[in-house]
């Protein structure tokens, strides 16, 4: 009588705990990473192109990387302007953010709110943090690391060329 009963509702034999618990988490940690390649798709990270050059030098890779791409000093000058916008752009977007998640605490104690204002802040302080970067070595002229750009201290982009 259990094997007809387990049957129409859907447990067989060849049902574990396993299974089903598989099948119950895969669909939440595909999810997961769906945003994590998001999250990475738009803070620009994945496969790159490598520049055609053996050189090490950071200066030279960048002087190498305008002549490869025909990027001109006026073109330099326009993309040290536009990531600057950029990055307070989304440094704004992320400070709303941080206010949707506070205000969403404390007013309706909405978790799913609160979630989707801290996933607003990752995403935003993600696409910040590489427009800082972009800046940075803009105005170095040098294809800085994100390390080296961190240790450096251009943590907030400026519209003028040089190092401060």
């Not at 049957?7 to 999810?31: E, K, M, N, V």
Request: proline share 3%; hydrophobic share 45%; glycine share 10%.
């Amino acid at each position: 009588m259990f094997k007809g009963f387990g049957r129409f509702i859907g447990i067989t034999p060849r049902h574990d705990a396993a299974r089903i618990l598989d099948a119950t988490l895969t669909p939440a940690a595909s999810g997961a990473d769906s945003i994590w390649s998001m999250v990475r798709a738009l803070a620009g990270a994945g496969k790159r192109n490598r520049l055609p050059t053996d050189t090490t030098d950071d200066g030279e890779r960048f002087r190498f990387a305008m002549q490869h791409y025909g990027v001109s000093e006026s073109g330099i000058a326009d993309r040290i302007t536009q990531s600057h916008d950029q990055f307070w752009m989304n440094a704004v977007c992320a400070a709303v953010g941080i206010g949707l998640a506070v205000y969403q605490a404390d007013t309706s104690h909405s978790v799913p709110a609160i979630l989707l204002g801290l996933s607003l802040t990752v995403l935003f302080t993600t696409k910040a943090l590489r427009m800082a970067l972009f800046n940075a070595q803009l105005r170095t002229r040098r294809l800085l690391t994100f390390r080296a750009f961190w240790k450096a201290g251009h943590r907030f982009p400026r519209t003028k060329g040089g190092m401060r």
